[in-house]
Protein backbone atom coordinates (compact mmCIF):
# COMPACT_ATOMS: atom_id res chain seq x y z
CA UNK A 1 0.00 0.00 0.00
CA UNK A 2 1.20 3.31 -1.21
CA UNK A 3 -0.54 6.56 0.74
CA UNK A 4 0.98 9.87 -1.13
CA UNK A 5 0.36 13.60 0.31
CA UNK A 6 0.51 16.63 -1.71
CA UNK A 7 1.18 20.11 -0.51
CA UNK A 8 2.39 23.49 -1.81
CA UNK A 9 -0.49 24.77 -3.96
CA UNK A 10 -1.98 28.26 -3.72
CA UNK A 11 -2.68 31.29 -5.87
CA UNK A 12 0.32 33.19 -8.03
CA UNK A 13 0.08 35.69 -10.59
CA UNK A 14 0.56 34.75 -14.09
CA UNK A 15 5.19 34.60 -14.55
CA UNK A 16 5.28 33.32 -10.45
CA UNK A 17 6.91 30.39 -8.95
CA UNK A 18 5.70 27.90 -6.86
CA UNK A 19 7.08 24.54 -5.11
CA UNK A 20 4.87 21.19 -5.11
CA UNK A 21 5.95 18.48 -2.34
CA UNK A 22 4.58 14.84 -2.44
CA UNK A 23 5.33 12.83 0.41
CA UNK A 24 5.19 8.87 0.05
CA UNK A 25 4.93 5.99 2.26
CA UNK A 26 5.98 3.24 0.34
CA UNK A 27 6.56 -0.40 0.38
CA UNK A 28 9.97 -0.94 1.24
CA UNK A 29 10.86 -3.76 -1.17
CA UNK A 30 10.38 -1.63 -4.06
CA UNK A 31 12.39 1.21 -5.79
CA UNK A 32 9.35 3.42 -7.00
CA UNK A 33 9.33 6.14 -9.41
CA UNK A 34 7.19 9.11 -8.92
CA UNK A 35 5.38 11.51 -11.19
CA UNK A 36 3.17 15.08 -11.59
CA UNK A 37 -0.09 14.88 -13.41
CA UNK A 38 -2.35 18.14 -13.19
CA UNK A 39 -5.99 18.02 -14.05
CA UNK A 40 -7.85 21.23 -15.03
CA UNK A 41 -12.09 21.81 -14.84
CA UNK A 42 -13.76 19.85 -18.06
CA UNK A 43 -9.81 18.44 -19.56
CA UNK A 44 -8.63 15.30 -18.78
CA UNK A 45 -5.46 14.18 -16.13
CA UNK A 46 -2.59 14.83 -18.02
CA UNK A 47 1.21 14.04 -17.18
CA UNK A 48 3.48 16.65 -16.39
CA UNK A 49 6.75 15.23 -15.23
CA UNK A 50 8.06 12.06 -13.78
CA UNK A 51 11.26 10.61 -11.87
CA UNK A 52 13.28 7.43 -11.78
CA UNK A 53 14.24 5.85 -8.16
CA UNK A 54 17.41 6.80 -8.70
CA UNK A 55 16.76 10.50 -9.69
CA UNK A 56 19.00 10.45 -12.88
CA UNK A 57 16.07 9.94 -15.39
CA UNK A 58 13.39 12.67 -15.74
CA UNK A 59 10.58 13.44 -18.04
CA UNK A 60 8.33 16.78 -18.76
CA UNK A 61 5.61 17.09 -20.81
CA UNK A 62 6.14 19.49 -23.72
CA UNK A 63 3.67 21.98 -22.26
CA UNK A 64 6.12 21.80 -19.31
CA UNK A 65 9.53 21.63 -20.83
CA UNK A 66 12.01 24.42 -19.25
CA UNK A 67 9.56 25.76 -16.86
CA UNK A 68 9.44 23.15 -14.34
CA UNK A 69 11.67 20.77 -12.57
CA UNK A 70 10.80 17.01 -10.55
CA UNK A 71 12.91 16.15 -8.36
CA UNK A 72 13.46 13.78 -5.16
CA UNK A 73 15.16 14.45 -1.95
CA UNK A 74 17.63 13.09 0.24
CA UNK A 75 14.86 10.39 1.22
CA UNK A 76 13.64 8.93 -1.62
CA UNK A 77 10.23 9.14 -0.50
CA UNK A 78 9.59 12.73 -1.11
CA UNK A 79 9.62 14.34 -4.60
CA UNK A 80 9.21 17.85 -6.05
CA UNK A 81 7.90 20.23 -8.87
CA UNK A 82 9.28 23.37 -8.79
CA UNK A 83 7.16 25.35 -11.40
CA UNK A 84 8.63 28.64 -12.41
CA UNK A 85 7.24 31.03 -15.09
CA UNK A 86 3.65 30.07 -13.67
CA UNK A 87 1.19 30.97 -16.87
CA UNK A 88 -3.44 30.52 -16.40
CA UNK A 89 -2.41 27.24 -18.66
CA UNK A 90 -1.04 25.91 -15.66
CA UNK A 91 -4.37 26.11 -13.22
CA UNK A 92 -5.20 22.82 -12.61
CA UNK A 93 -5.10 20.38 -9.35
CA UNK A 94 -1.95 18.94 -9.30
CA UNK A 95 -1.88 15.00 -8.32
CA UNK A 96 1.37 13.25 -7.36
CA UNK A 97 1.57 9.38 -8.53
CA UNK A 98 3.66 6.42 -8.03
CA UNK A 99 3.34 3.33 -10.96
CA UNK A 100 4.13 1.02 -8.50
CA UNK A 101 7.75 -0.08 -9.71
CA UNK A 102 11.30 1.86 -10.74
CA UNK A 103 10.24 2.70 -14.13
CA UNK A 104 9.32 6.28 -14.81
CA UNK A 105 6.78 6.93 -17.65
CA UNK A 106 4.44 10.05 -18.90
CA UNK A 107 1.67 7.26 -19.24
CA UNK A 108 -1.05 7.86 -16.60
CA UNK A 109 -2.29 4.05 -16.46
CA UNK A 110 1.09 3.25 -15.70
CA UNK A 111 0.16 4.50 -12.18
CA UNK A 112 -1.43 2.49 -10.02
CA UNK A 113 -1.47 5.01 -6.82
CA UNK A 114 -2.50 8.66 -6.24
CA UNK A 115 -2.54 11.34 -3.95
CA UNK A 116 -5.56 13.67 -3.42
CA UNK A 117 -4.15 16.79 -4.92
CA UNK A 118 -3.00 20.20 -4.81
CA UNK A 119 -4.72 23.06 -5.95
CA UNK A 120 -2.60 25.39 -8.31
CA UNK A 121 -4.50 28.84 -9.29
CA UNK A 122 -2.42 30.92 -11.88
CA UNK A 123 -4.22 34.79 -12.53
CA UNK A 124 -3.59 36.51 -15.17
Known amino acids: QVQLVESGGGLVQAGGSLRLSCAASVRTDIDYAMGWFRQAPGKEREAVAA????????YYSDSVKGRFTIARGNAKNTVYLQMNRLHPDDTAVYYCSAPGSHIATLTIPDYHYWGQGTQVTVSS
Open 51 to 58: ISWSGHST
